[in-house]
């Protein structure tokens, strides 16, 4: 796999993202070769190919709003739900769950119950080499982990799907955000991404964008009017 920061991983490796209007997938092998699909519709999950073999490693993500992180030496684990409950709207029979992302020193507290079963199907189904199926993460975990990766000073990680935008940016190793924004077209996606660089005093023609999502290729253009480079993680 080649990384954000060029360099190669020998794995084989497949990161997949779920959504509720379907999937994506990108396939990295450990010969540094890759294969990146677009948005797929939920009925093609048992005839895609990828997905009939084992990988090294198998990160499932879902886009998931109800997602907010806080620092570890604040949280408590007995209070994940009330916390949670306290940033977005959280009913009493949504699953609530933690992860820590040390990369940052905080903790994401999530629920994936958003009324959809494609990523427990495909956890279940996409098996690494070991036979254990990997947990169902928020895209914005993965989002802080892309992050990290990054050898830019400047580091910014976009996703959008199902009409929302995921954000997170960051300076060298200091979080400055990691959130998500109503957008229910790309244009307005672009607006929630340059009004947090200017209210973070960030320049986006001294930047590179990074995107886990498919992009088409108007999107892609138009991005490529403001930001020095797009690249596709």
Sequence with gaps: MVSADNTVTAIDRISIQVALSGYSFKVS?????????????????????????????VDVSLFTPKVSLFPTHFFSARDARRL????????????????????????????NSIGESLSKVISDSVLRTDGYRSMVYPEQYFMLKALTAIGEYNKIVASYADGRLYLAIAQGKTLLLCNSFEAQDFTTAEYFIFRSLKKLQLNPEMSSVFFRTPLTESQEMSLYRYFTSVEHI
Excluded: H, K
């Design 84 to 111: 949670l409950s306290d940033v977005v709207p959280v009913s009493d029979g949504d699953a609530v769950e933690t992860v820590p992302v040390p990369e940052f020193g905080a903790v994401m507290v999530y629920s």
């Design 29 to 57: 092998y450990r010969d540094g070769s890759a294969c990146v699909s677009g948005w797929q519709s939920a009925d093609r999950i048992f005839t895609t190919p990828e997905f009939q073999r084992r990988y090294d490693e």
